[in-house]
């Protein structure tokens, strides 16, 4: 009787044991795995040619990642330009100014448009900013555009990553001691320079971390974007010509993959960048939150 | 001088109200989008039936197939993530209880992973069916979302189980049972409400996704009766349908967009019903 | 008929045996406060006068309203929502409690001091200089010139005259509640409050503080809000006891802690002892 028990503690103990080392082996061996598939590449072209050589065609084996790279920093920059203000505002009013029962209010509904699954973000920037851009903010500024373009990419990213951001940000101010406020009150200043000398200046390593992992966010996100924004390999500065960034030429080109020499190992370098830079900022930036925690 | 100040003070009061009320609108304004379109598609034939005559090209039929692959592939993908995301989580606060420095690395680095992105794992997916000799299929897309979900499922776990006083584990081992009893007789009690949270969002995440099981679990107007056939899901019938050009078809994508976002709108307020719960009989 | 029993009434009272206060000079005057909270009335009519350049201390059982009842006189009360203020209270015979005009000014007229230390998250100087800047001054000289003033006046400025850039997180907690004490000084107030400042202290910190009110009642009034009795004895020129919000007893020291006269009192001292 006690051996068996003894016996079910040591099997399930290094069951439990086994599962853990499984997951957290998990981020090196996807790594191991896209660079290993991504490897044939690197024989033929240099990393740093393939990072900045903008020709990208794939029949003649030429791989020029340029385009997609800056696809995405375009988008995803812009995606932080249209959020991390609202957020921002939006964080410091409900935290700082509004009434207790709007925040419980904002709780679930931030939860529910977190969950909402990306494709339907996607369907919205279709029927909406889609049409949005190509009717109404092209003609303003009387450029031709199909609405498919980098600004459509960015406004859909951009409504994709506040939920995630403002939690983050909302939590971030919820630690800031209400003793602090009373303090800068007491001497005098309003509530508004209170919220910008003292709560702000804080909160700061927590809003820096919230910014960034927006970023990783909306750096490594796929479907959504890769609907409105055109998906075509071209290098522009105008947000409304159309963009191409890393993950839709991942997810659009699956297909074809194993039918053109070399193109499978293309699409995995692609995520293999992906997958490196989406986990330095989070180490980075987690590593920034779990060290203030801890203090 | 104090002037200035009061309208600095307006000014700011002003915007970030002005920031969060627009906010609540737009986000308002993409569910009312999605539920005016979705209901206007809906139908008991969209539920009830497969599309007909190919789901690109075909008008008739619904989206069935796509509902119960993606049943299928979510209710598989969460039963496996259960079975290694339970234990790795009960592993950290029972065995790992008094290596405080260990727990908060191995929890940064769940953190982390939480983070890379599905198309990431969709690649990941692909690599290894390939190595494995697979077919885009169901146990394709079910283990590919497995691993996307389970970093999910302990950290959420996890999270509830920290809360929970050190002092029932002295208890309990002193009692004499087994670190493995201790850890699935009182700690997996103790943390049951957060054992259904992490599975909701587990399982909220795993059927919406739709970037990792593009490649892995493959698109079929047919209900799969095996592991290794192909399946369609409710995302994915989204992205297809709403690019074709015929209109019928499109209906069947606000349909399936409809559908979708009921399910995820009952697993959030489940799962926020049951956070409550817990952490109201947790202050008692 | 009226007239009568008025002098009736002042002859018995000038028999009895209260020493009658020499009347004082009042900075603040308290006017029937109540503080609602949901469904908890927090404090119960109060009326209240302090007198000028004295330390007047709050005592009670926590939970007795001391704290909220600081907290009304600066205003405090307005960051949390769920509380119902109504009544007056006087300065120099502004009432600030029914006024949102200037409230930064009225605020400036108290320094607070709370149970633990705030130091805001900017530097030692920053810290002091916050409140001055707050007031519009922009001279260098004059701001550098009233930080040293008031850090030599808490006894903090040969401590920290070599590193006023450096975080004010990185001083000891007794440092910082004296750094927080000199920044309340420096908006040059009439009162100050203090809400159990010493709770978190070690002893050598609280004798400190202690000290330099003693000192600082000289140029300022201080009100202290305290649950410990021998602190009360030993600071106190006046007392005001209270319990479940309401005021029970008030006057001097000596004979409020000898002579108690109510139960509540009594019972409180003998716990407190």
């Known amino acids: 009787m006690i051996l068996k028990r003894v016996f079910l503690n040591r099997l399930s103990g290094t069951w439990m044991l086994i599962t853990l080392v499984i997951i957290l082996s998990l981020p090196l061996v996807i790594g191991i795995a896209l660079y290993l598939k991504a490897s044939p590449i690197f024989e033929s072209q240099s990393l740093y040619q393939l990072i900045v050589s903008t020709d990208w065609s794939p029949c003649n084996g030429n ?40 925040i419980q209010l904002m709780h679930p509904v931030i939860d529910i448009l977190a969950g909402i699954p990306s494709v339907i973000y996607g369907m919205w920037g279709i029927i909406i900013i889609v049409p949005f851009v190509s009717d109404v903010l092209a003609p303003l500024i009387n450029i031709k555009s199909s609405g498919y373009s980098i600004l459509a990419g960015g406004i859909v990213l951009a409504v994709m990553c506040i939920p995630y951001m403002l939690n983050m940000l909302i939590e971030t101010f919820n630690t800031v001691p209400i003793g602090l406020k009373e303090a800068s009150l007491s001497l005098g200043a ?64 699956y297909g074809e993959m194993l039918s053109i020499p070399m193109y499978d190992s293309a699409l995995m370098f692609a995520a293999f960048i992906l997958l490196v830079v989406v986990l330095v900022i989070n180490l980075v930036f987690r590593y920034f939150i779990h060290k203030t925690q801890s203090q | 001088m104090n002037k200035q100040k009061e309208i600095e003070e307006l000014f700011f009061k002003f915007l970030s109200g002005f920031a969060t009320y627009s906010l609540i609108a737009i986000l308002g ?111 394709a897309g079910i283990i590919t979302v497995a ?28 009692l004499g049972s087994t670190r493995t009893e201790m850890a699935f ?3 997996f009690k103790q943390g049951f409400s957060g054992f259904i949270t992490a599975v909701l969002l587990a399982f909220g995440r795993g059927i919406g996704d739709a970037a990792s099981i593009l490649f892995t679990a493959g698109y079929t107007d047919l209900i799969p009766t095996h592991l290794d056939e192909p399946a369609a899901t409710l995302p994915l019938a989204i992205f297809f349908q709403l690019s074709s050009p015929i209109p019928e078809v499109r209906e069947r994508a606000y349909a399936a967009a409809a559908i979708l976002t009921i399910i995820i709108l009952i697993i959030s307020l489940t799962a926020r019903g049951f956070s409550k719960k817990y952490s109201k009989s947790n202050l008692k | 008929m009226n007239a009568v029993i008025s002098e009736t009434f002042t002859k018995t009272f000038a028999r009895t045996p209260i020493i009658k206060l020499k009347r004082q000079e009042s900075i603040l005057q308290i006017k029937d406060l109540n503080v609602h909270a949901k469904n908890h009335h927090i404090l119960k009519n109060i009326n209240l006068e302090i007198p000028k350049n ?17 907290k009304s006189i600066n205003k405090l009360t307005d960051l949390y929502k769920e509380l119902k203020v109504s009544g007056n209270i006087y300065i120099e015979k502004d009432d600030i409690l029914n006024t949102q005009r200037n409230v930064p000014l009225i605020r400036q007229k108290m320094g607070l001091l709370s149970q633990k230390p705030y130091p805001l998250p900017v530097s030692i100087y920053k810290n002091v200089a916050y409140g001055i800047k707050l007031k519009g001054i922009k ?62 202290l070690d002893p050598v910190s609280s004798k400190i503080i202690e000290n330099l009110f003693r000192k600082l009642k000289e140029h300022y009034t201080l009100i202290l809000v305290t649950h410990v009795l021998r602190q009360a004895q030993r600071l106190a020129d006046n007392v005001v006891f209270m319990n479940y919000g309401e005021i029970i007893e008030q006057g001097r020291p000596d004979e409020l802690f000898s002579y108690p006269q109510t139960s509540q009192m009594k019972e409180y001292l003998v716990e407190g002892n």
């Not at chain 1, 385009?67 to 009013?93: E, H, K, Q």
């Not at chain 2, 979900?149 to 309990?172: C, M, N, Q, W, Y």
């Open chain 3, 54 to 70: 004295k330390i007047t201390v709050l005592l009670g059982p926590s939970g007795c309203g001391k704290t909220t009842l600081l």
């Open chain 1, 190 to 253: 309003t509530s508004w320079e209170s919220v910008k000398h003292v709560v702000i200046k804080k909160s700061y390593p927590g809003i820096i971390s919230s910014f960034g992992l927006g970023i990783a966010k909306a750096f490594g996100e796929t479907l959504a974007v890769m609907m409105v924004v055109g998906n075509m390999v071209q290098l522009s500065f105008n947000p409304f010509e159309a963009g191409y960034p890393l993950p839709a030429l991942i997810a659009n080109n």
């Open chain 2, 29 to 139: 304004f993409i569910i009312i989008i999605i539920f005016v379109k979705g209901f206007g598609a809906l139908s008991l034939d969209m539920i009830i039936k497969t599309p007909k005559g190919g789901y690109y090209y075909g008008g008739e039929g619904g989206v069935l197939n796509a509902i119960v692959g993606s049943l299928y592939i979510a209710f598989g993908a969460t039963f496996i993530a259960i079975l290694i995301g339970i234990p790795a989580a009960l592993y950290i606060n029972v065995h790992l209880v008094r290596y405080k420095r260990i727990q908060n690395t191995i929890r940064y680095f769940l953190d982390a992973l939480w983070g890379i992105p599905s198309i990431v794992y969709g690649a990941f997916g692909f690599t290894l069916m390939l190595f494995l000799g697979m077919n885009a299929s169901l146990l």
């Open chain 2, 147 to 174: 691993f996307l979900i389970t970093p999910i499922i302990i950290r959420t776990f996890d999270e509830v189980l920290s809360t929970i006083p050190k002092g029932l584990h002295e208890a309990s081992l002193a």
């Open chain 2, 185 to 187: 007789k009182v700690m």
């Open chain 1, 63 to 102: 791989f020029g990642f340029w385009p997609f790279i800056f696809s995405s920093l375009y988008v995803t920059v812009l995606s932080f330009l249209f959020a991390a203000p609202i957020c921002l505002f939006a964080a410091i009013y409900l935290t700082q100014f509004s009434s207790k029962r709007l």
């Open chain 3, 139 to 200: 001279n260098k000289k004059l701001i550098d010139f009233n930080v040293e003033t008031k850090l030599r006046e808490v006894g903090l400025w040969n401590e920290v005259k070599d590193r006023l850039n450096s975080s004010a997180d990185s001083l000891s907690i007794g440092q910082q509640q004296r750094l927080c004490l000199a920044r309340g000084l420096a908006v040059k107030p009439h009162i100050i409050l203090a809400d159990e400042p010493t709770s978190a």
